[in-house]
């Protein structure tokens, strides 16, 4: 039997037992001077290594500019089939959670093949390769004791075959297997192209699992994110409603009933001028609480996004907001306006309400505009200002005083929709938002766009 260690050369000690036993395969080896009779070392002509090194560039260069894995394994493994004259050949990942060998990309292997041939580490001959971390060469594959579903081998009739570990400094992740259908024996030169190729490809895929967990711990944040914010949207209603339906009424019957003292006080003749003025400044401070409380509920939920839709919530907004401050505001819709899920609406209602508020506490406007674009596919959004303008490349993190908060809140509320939105503004020359969601699409606010979660 042939194994190489992680240098890829090949050895041999009397320490280490063989990976599987002996039969009709190369002898491995150790320290000869001379060529072995199994393995050969074929010296090598300039043609030769000009392909090889080729080969290590192409790898080399889809590795750092491609971040498909899929990608990066096919390059890989066709560059080593087309220098070794093959045909036949697949490389096999270990699955982390099932901790089972699967190939991933193969050529030349049938589909029965590819789909039933999964082992575990420690099984067959790929299943030691993985265990072991050593290189395994065999003249007839389909003759070895150790094969791993024999009647698979035979039916897809495979002969010589080589399987050499895929690691990332001293974990195997995978193994890369070259096959063809009839007796051949693998050489010395093959082996150490495998292994460099095999190096730089379990490099590319313990990156790419990194990026993978990576990627996964990101749309948890995402998700919780999202889930929070749909718990707040929900608890705005509880509390809007229990305003709206206590406390609100409660202070609407205190103005009435102090407005009807004052009549009765009035009428009967009462001449107690400061007992009357009292109960008018009650009164006034009740209704002007009772104001209060409206427009905190309109704030935490407002009743016309529930009644009449988007559109009439954001100019009834945008007017109450702006307008007291002196800034002309304008509210425009082109093309058929369509009521949204109440969990859209409710967070395209939190996006322009944040643009607004940043008007009316950073602009020093004169005048804004706001625009949806209704599209059969998409909403368009768009909000500007003739402010001060900002300087937006200032803005690139949350700061502990809150600034650049409500910038990145928009812009994750947008996102958590499946949209885009971007801000463009100049010192001097006002600010613009721009966002856009697709509709006419089953997007909920708490849900995962890709996988609608």
């Not at 010395?188 to 895929?205: F, T």
């Not at 809007?240 to 339906?245: G, I, Q, S, T």
């Not at 406007?365 to 490349?393: C, H, R, T, W």
Request: hydrophobic fraction near 40%; include cysteine; proline fraction near 3%.
């Amino acid at each position: 039997m042939c194994y190489a260690d992680r240098s890829g050369q090949f050895a041999a000690t009397t320490e280490e037992r063989p990976i599987v036993s002996e039969g009709r395969r190369a002898k491995a080896v150790a320290g000869a001077t001379g060529p072995d009779p199994a393995v050969s070392d074929q010296g090598g002509d300039t043609a030769k290594h000009h392909h090889d090194l080729l080969a290590l560039s192409r790898v080399s260069a889809a590795i750092s500019g491609l971040h498909d894995l899929d990608a990066i394994l096919r390059i890989g493994l066709d560059n080593v089939l087309n220098i070794m004259n093959g045909t036949v050949g697949g490389i096999m990942l270990l699955d982390e959670t099932s901790q089972m060998l699967f190939y991933r990309v193969h050529h030349g292997l049938s589909d029965k093949y590819v789909e039933e041939m999964r082992i575990r580490p420690g099984e067959g001959i790929a299943g030691k390769v993985v265990q072991s971390n050593r290189s395994v060469l065999l003249e007839d594959i389909s003759s070895d004791p150790d094969a791993a579903r024999v009647d698979l081998v035979t039916l897809e009739g495979l002969k010589a075959f080589i399987s050499v570990p895929l690691r990332a400094k001293d974990n195997v992740l995978g193994v890369m297997n070259v096959a063809s259908h009839t007796p051949h024996r693998f050489t010395k030169d093959d082996v150490n192209l495998l292994h460099s190729i095999g190096d730089q490809l379990g490099i590319a895929i313990e990156q790419a699992l990194l990026n993978e967990r990576l990627r996964k711990a990101r749309e948890r944040m995402r998700k919780l994110a999202r889930q929070n914010l749909v718990a707040e949207e929900e608890e705005r209603r509880r509390i809007a409603r229990e305003l709206h339906d206590e406390t609100s009424q409660a202070l609407s019957g205190i103005a009435l009933q102090l407005e009807a003292l004052i009549e009765v006080s009035t009428a009967s003749g009462n001449q107690d001028a400061e007992f009357i003025a009292g109960l008018k400044k009650v009164q006034s401070l009740t209704v002007q609480v009772h104001r209060e409380v409206s427009r905190i509920i309109s704030n935490l939920h407002p009743a016309l996004l529930d009644t009449l839709g988007l559109v009439a919530a954001v100019r009834q907004y945008a007017k109450s907001r702006l307008q007291p401050q002196d800034i002309n505001v304008t509210v425009d819709v082109k093309g058929t306006e369509m009521r949204l899920p109440p969990d859209v609406e409710a967070a395209l209602f939190r996006v322009v309400q944040g643009l607004i508020g940043n008007i009316a506490e950073h602009s020093k406007a004169k005048n804004a505009s706001i625009l949806l674009v209704y599209k059969p596919d998409e909403l368009m959004l768009s909000v500007s200002d003739d402010g001060q303008g900002f300087d937006i490349y200032q803005v690139t993190d949350v700061e502990e005083s809150g600034r650049g908060r409500g910038l990145f809140s928009i812009r994750e509320r947008v996102g958590f929709l499946g949209g885009t939105s971007r801000v463009e503004s100049k010192i001097g020359a006002g600010t613009t938002a721009w966002a856009s969601i697709p509709i006419g699409q089953d997007i909920g606010y708490g849900k995962d766009p890709d996988t609608g979660n």
